[in-house]
């Protein structure tokens, strides 16, 4: 589904991303994790170039999306993607967040993107605060309205920028719940994460990355049972 070819990314004199060659297939998960600093989030951000590399090539589905031609707007909508912060629009209802773009782009009917709200908000557990105000909802909720909201343009693959950081530990286990459900219903993820116990129950791929490279690739068993790489080996001794 994503192919991502020498990708490079440089902000200045900072290499960021000095090479990465990796391939996503559909219905997989993959769990990125590593140190800060070591470019994970560029790396997520890169996929659906919200962040423009400075070489190298990504397809998304057999289409070069990195070429100047390319829509970058139309493949965005096959991607979905959750921040660390919500970027709820603080002046609408839960409700009229999720279906600004979908009737905006017109993709849905107001009726079909209603009802579509409102189905995806009962499997979150959230239909009472359809007509809720951002400000109404706790941190917990608010990162499972903003995933309803991905949802919402029915992407074909779902990044996850670290969705979990910003929020008190006791609401973590919801939002990653929320996640899972997805991933049990074969949609394709892409997640920066610090929550070790999800990339061992969730990932079919863990990535490790260190200093701008994938530095270990592997099923969640081996990378974390038999860590090879030195770096790795001090980044699970530090977080577990």
Not at 157 to 173: C, I, N, Q, R, Y
Request: charge should be negative.
């Amino acid at each position: 589904m994503i192919k991502v070819c020498n990708l490079k990314k440089s902000f200045g004199d900072n290499h960021v991303l000095k090479g990465i060659d990796y391939e996503i297939n559909q219905g997989e998960k993959i769990v990125v994790i590593g140190p800060s600093g070591s470019g994970k989030s560029t790396f997520l951000r890169c996929l659906n170039l919200l962040e423009t590399p400075t070489e190298g090539d990504i397809w998304f589905e057999d289409q070069l999306i990195t070429d100047k031609k390319c829509d970058v707007n139309k493949i965005r909508q096959q991607m979905g993607m959750v921040f660390q912060h919500f970027n709820l629009f603080n002046n609408l209802t839960i409700q009229k967040n999720i279906t600004l773009a979908p009737v905006k782009l017109k993709l849905k009917s107001k009726e079909e993107a209603n009802e579509d709200a409102l189905r995806l908000l009962r499997l979150v557990g959230l239909e009472d605060k359809a007509d809720a105000y951002p400000s109404q909802l706790s941190g917990g909720q608010k990162q499972r309205a903003a995933i309803v909201r991905s949802l919402a343009m029915n992407p074909k693959v779902m990044l996850f920028d670290e969705p979990t950081s910003a929020l008190d530990p006791e609401m973590v286990g919801e939002v990653l719940q929320v996640m899972k459900d997805l991933a049990e219903d074969g949609m394709t993820m892409v997640v920066v994460t610090h929550e070790m116990g999800f990339a061992r129950e969730v990932a079919d791929h863990v990535i490790f990355m260190a200093d701008g490279y994938i530095v270990e690739d592997a099923p969640p068993q081996e990378l974390f049972n038999t860590p090879k790489d030195p770096k790795l080996q001090q980044f699970l001794k530090a977080v577990l």
